[in-house]
């Protein structure tokens, strides 16, 4: 079965300092992968994602690394703001429609 | 514009009682999604509806949950009889267009979801 887990469940940073957070899964089939914020009281947003065909993609402030050798997602963001606080899912995809989502990594930002 | 809307945004009601949720898509987005966030836990997928496609109902947990979406925009999902454990947060999601992305960037828009109490 699906299996998506995060190493660490809270993650506490300094404001400007880069922070990675973790990401493993299960399934050697999962070839499509994505980054979701959560603040508290809302929706999951969309931050970025990736197919199994690349190993880096950036976006603003963020990059996601994956590695299918180990089946390992990060997701690394620079200069860490406060606005940066959420929980933060990884979710991957094989076949089909649906998405399979790791139970998340709080983020703190320490001023 | 307007972003994927749902209602109402929390919902307390005994158990055995149905309830209906209510999901406003982005306009124009062929895909909808819908999930169920307990506490502290990821997002469980529930069912996913594409164009006039017959939709993929493999998530929902029993036979309690049925969802519809009418002329393929607004969605309800209801809960019949509900049960203790069916307190969570219901999310509604939309897309462009299907859960596999034919490009980057076809992302899910969540709604802020439904938080159903059962007591």
């Known amino acids: 079965g699906e299996s998506v887990g995060l190493h660490l469940p809270t993650l506490s940073v300094q404001e400007g300092d880069n922070s990675i957070i973790n990401c493993a899964y299960s399934?050697?089939?999962?070839?499509?992968f994505i980054w979701y914020k959560q603040e508290s009281g809302k929706g999951p947003q969309f931050i970025i994602d990736?197919?199994?065909?690349?190993d880096k993609r950036q976006g603003q402030r963020v990059t996601v690394l994956l590695n299918k050798t180990v089946k390992h997602l990060s997701l690394q963001i620079a200069a860490t703001q406060p606005g940066d606080s959420a929980v933060y899912f990884c979710?991957?995809?094989?076949?089909?429609?649906?998405?399979?989502f790791g139970t998340g990594t709080s983020l703190t930002v320490i001023p | 514009g307007a972003g994927v809307s749902q209602s109402p945004s929390n919902k307390v009601t005994e158990k055995g009682k149905d309830v209906e949720l209510r999901c406003d898509p982005i306009?124009?987005?062929?895909?909808l999604y819908w999930y169920r966030q307990s506490l502290g836990q990821g997002l469980e997928f529930l069912i996913y509806?594409?164009?006039?496609?017959?939709?993929?109902k493999s998530g929902l947990p029993s036979d309690r949950f049925s969802a519809e979406r009418t002329g393929g925009s607004v969605s309800t999902l209801t809960i019949q009889r509900t049960q203790q454990e069916d307190s969570a947060v219901y999310l509604c999601?939309?897309?462009?267009?299907?859960?596999?992305?034919?490009?980057?960037?076809?992302?899910?828009?969540f709604g802020p979801g439904t938080r159903l109490t059962v007591l």
């Open positions: 999601a939309s897309s462009l267009s299907g859960a596999r992305a034919q490009f980057f960037g076809n992302e899910q828009f």
């Open positions: 399934n050697s089939a999962s070839d499509y």
């Open positions: 990736i197919r199994s065909n690349m």
């Open positions: 979710a991957e995809s094989s076949t089909g429609n649906q998405f399979y």
């Open positions: 306009s124009g987005h062929t895909a």
């Open positions: 509806f594409q164009g006039n496609s017959a939709p993929d």
